[in-house]
C-alpha cells in the first residue's frame, strides 16, 4: 500500500475541479464522513458494513449510522461511515463523501453534503442540480456499468460492490484486504456468488475515475495498536458481553431493535451449553427467565417499550423476591408503537419507576458500541451480587451502528455460570435481614431439613408471608438498601475536558460520542466546555455534586422530552436528587441521534 | 455458603413430617387439603430426592401451595406459573417440576401460557384446582362458572361460555390430560402418579369444592351426596370383546367425545400420547451443537467468533 508522503494536510478531503491528470498523488486525510444514499435493496447496508470492517482491520476508528428502513421489502435506506485515523466520537453531523443510487437519494441527501464535499451519483439515474457549484460532481454511470461486467440479470446485486470498488480507488483502500473481506461474507455461498462480486468489484476499482476527480486520499497511517479491532455492532456487542458474563439462559420476545440480541443468543447460547427461549409474549417471557435465574442461573431477557411494559408485573416480582435478572431495553421512539426505527431515550423514567410498590432495581446505560460489550459484564456483576433486577438501556442508534473497537481480553473477562446449589447448613434464611440475599437454588439440600419459599409477598427472614408492619418497614428498607450500597460502590464517573468551568454537559446512553466531540471541538475553538457520561443511572454514583459544584450551569443532554416542567428524565431525576436549579435540559424528539452543532449551540448559547 | 458443612450420607426417608411446612391457611372444609394431601401421598410414596422437588404456583387459594409443602419452591405472579415453570424445567432437567393453581390462574389470565406450555410439551406436571370460582378475591365469575352461576361479578347468573379444561387442554397440545375430584384420594394419587411419570407437559384438573362461594357445585359428582363418580374405563390392549367399547388414551377424537359429556361427565385419563418434550428437542440441538464445536471451552468459542470479526 502506498505511503506517499504528506502533501497537505487537511482535516477533511476538498478536492477541486480540473481535468485529467496522470500524476494523481493522494492525499492524507485524517478522517472522511462517507454517505451511502439508496434504497435498501441494493445492499448499502453490507456496502457500508465492508468499509466499516476494513477500517477496524486496518487500526482505523469506524463509526457508523444506518436508518433501517420501516417498509419490509426496501425502500430509501442510507448508510454512513465514518473512518479516522483518530478518535471517532459521531458518525458526523455532514459527509464528505455522498454516494447518490437515485434521484431521490440525491434530492433527500445533498444538504447533508458539506461545501467542497464530493458528490459521487450514478449518472444513469441522477441529474444534479446543474447550477449548484458548492460540491465537486463525480457522476459515473454506476449501473451501466455494473450490467457491463456482470450482466442484466446481476445488476441490482452488484451496484454496492462496484461502488465499493470506486470507493477503494478513491481512497487507497488495501485492495487485498477488501477482497478478502469479499470472499469471507460470499464464500460460503456458491462461487459465483462470489466470482460475480469480485468481478463487480474489479469493474468500480478499475473506472478511471481519476478522469474526473483530481486528488485520491489516504488515510493516515496509524500506529497498529497492540489489540487487534473487532467490528460489530451494538446489539452483537451486548449479546456476546452476556455470554461473556456467563448469562447462558433467557427468553424473549421479538420486536425491533431488540430481535436481533435475541436472535444471536438463541443461535449462540447452544454452543456453550445454553439456552435462549422464544417466548409466546413478553410477559412469558420474563417469566420464564424468571424461572431460570430462581434455577440458578443468570437468565436474562429484553424487548423494546412496548414489550417492557408488558414486563413489569414479573420485575417486581423480582424486586420483592430478590430474583437476579437482566432486563435489556434497546429503545425506540415511543409511546406505544411510535416510530419503531427511530432512536429515543424517553424510556428511563420507565427502567427506573416503571413499576408497583417501592420495587428497587438497577439501571446502567451503555455508551458506546463498546461499552454494550461491558455493560453486559457490570449488569451481571451487580445481579449476581445484589440479587436483583437490573436493566440495561441501550438505543436503537447503538444497536445498529457498527464500531471497531481493541479486542476484549476474554481470558480475563469470561465468567463462570453454573448455579450454586451447594448443600446449606441449617444456619440458611432465603431473607435474612442482617446480609444480602443469595438464594439456595432448587436442587441444594438443605441441611437443616427447612427448605426455602421464594415469593412475592412480603415475608419474614425464612420466606413466610406476613402482613407485619414492622417487617415490610424492615424489608422495603433491605431492599432499597442495596441500591444505596451500590452507590457508594460505583465510581464516579470521570470529567472530560476542564475540571471546572462554566457549563458541564451530562449525558448517558448513546449521546456519548456526540456529547464528547462537542467539548473537543469547543476546545480546539478555545472556550471551556466539560462533559461527564453516566453509565450507573439508577442508583446514581455518589459525589456527583462535587462535580456539579465545580460548574456554573449543568446541562443534561438526552433524547426526549422537556415534560410539563421543561426538564428532560434524566435532569428531572438529577433536579429531584440535588435540588439544584443549575440543572437544566437540552432536549429533542426528532428521532435522530444529536448533531455536534446541536449540542454546540444549546450548550454555548 | 459453600465452607466446609459436614453433609450426611445417609439420607432420612422422605416422610410426610419432613414434607409438611407452614399450616394451610385455607378455609376449613376447602378442597384443596385433600388434594395437597394427595401430594404429600405421591412423594412419600415416590421417595424422590428432597432437594430436587420444586413446588411453584402462581396466585389464588390453590396457588398458597408452596407454602404449605417443605420443597423448594416459589410463589409466583397471577397466571404466568406456567413460564416460570417451563424455565425451571428447561434450565435444570435435574428437577422434578410441580406446578399448582387455580381455574382463573390457569384458564382466565394465564389462558396463553398454558397453550403455549403445552403446544411444546415442556416437561413438568401440573394440577389445577378447578372450583369454578375465584375464591382468593371472594366470589367472582370464573372461566368454568357455568351459565347460571351468581356471582359478585355476575349478580343476575353466568352469562359467558365456560371453557371446558380438557378440550381446551387436548387442543392445545398438551400430552397428559386428566380429571380428578378432590374427595376422591385414591384417585387423585394415581393421577398424579401418572402425570409425574409422564415425559411432557402433564395436566391433572381436579374438581376441588370452594366451601366458602361455591358450595355444592360438585354434589352431583359425590356418590355421598347422591352423585356419581364415574371412572373412564381405559383400553386395555388385552384383545377381549369388552375392550372394543373401551376408551383408547391415545385418541384425540375419542377424547374429545368424553370431554363432550354433560356435567359432572368422567373422571381419569382422557388422553395421553408421546411426543418429543421441547426439554428432550433442545437439549438434542445443544449436544449436536456442542459436538460440532468439538466440545470447545467456552472461551474458545467466544473467542473464535471475535476472530471472525476481525
Ligand atoms: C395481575 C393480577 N390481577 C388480579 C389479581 C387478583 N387475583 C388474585 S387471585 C385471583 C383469582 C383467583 O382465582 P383462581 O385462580 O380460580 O384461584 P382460587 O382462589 O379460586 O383457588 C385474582 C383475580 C392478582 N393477584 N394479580
Ligand atoms: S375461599 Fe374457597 S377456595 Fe379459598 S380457601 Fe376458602 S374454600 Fe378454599
Ligand atoms: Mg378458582
Redesign the pocket.
Known sequence: MSTSPVVEEHETPSPDTGGARADLRPEHIRDAVIRLAGNSQDGIQSAGAFLARLAGRSSQDVMTYMTIPSTISGGASIFQVRIGSGEVLSAGDEADFLVAFYQHSYDEHIHYLREGGVLLYDSDHVQPDPEEKRFVHVGVPITGLTIEALGGTAKDKGKNIFVLGLLAKIFHFDVEKLKKLIAERFGGKSEDVLNTALMAFQAGFAYPVGNVLTRLYHFEPVEASDRAQITMDGNQALAYGLIAAGVRYGAGYPITPWSSIMEILRAELPKYGGLFVQAEDELGAVSLALGMSYAGHLAITGSAGPGISLKT?AIGWASMAEIPLLVVNVQRGGPSTGLPTNVEQSDLYQAIFGGHGDSPRVVLAASTVEDCFYIALEAARIARKYSTPVFILSDTSLATRIEAFDEPDLAQLMENSAPDISPRDGEFKPYALDHLTHHAPPGSRMLGGKYPVVTGLEHDEMGHPTGSPKLHTAMTAKRRRKLQDLAAEIPVPEVHGDPEGDVLLVGWGSTYGPIHEAVNVARERGETLSAIHLRHIHPLPDGLEQIFSRFQRVLVVEMNDEGPYGYGQLASILRARYCDPKIRSLTKTDGLTFRVREILEGALQ | MTTAIAIPEEREKLTKKALTADHPTWCPGCG?FAVLAAYYKVLEKRQLPHENIVTLAG?????RFPYFVNSHGAHF???RAVPLASGVSLSRPDLHVFLF??????FS?GGNHLEHGARKNINLTYVI?D?F?????KK?T?PTSPIGFKSKTDPTGAIDHPVNPMKKLISAGATFVARSHATQVNHMIQMMERAMDHQGFSVVEILSE?VEFFPGAFDSSIPRKGGTFTVIDEKKWDNAPEDEARHDVTDEIAAYRLANLPFPGLFGVFYDIDRPTKNALEKKWIADTRTKLGNRSDLEILQKTFDRMK
Open positions: 408485573e | 384443596d396466585i389464588g387459594c390453590s396457588s405472579i397471577h397466571g393453581g387455580g381455574d382463573g390462574d390457569g389470565i384446582m372450583n370460582v375465584y375464591g382468593l378475591t367472582q370464573s370452594c
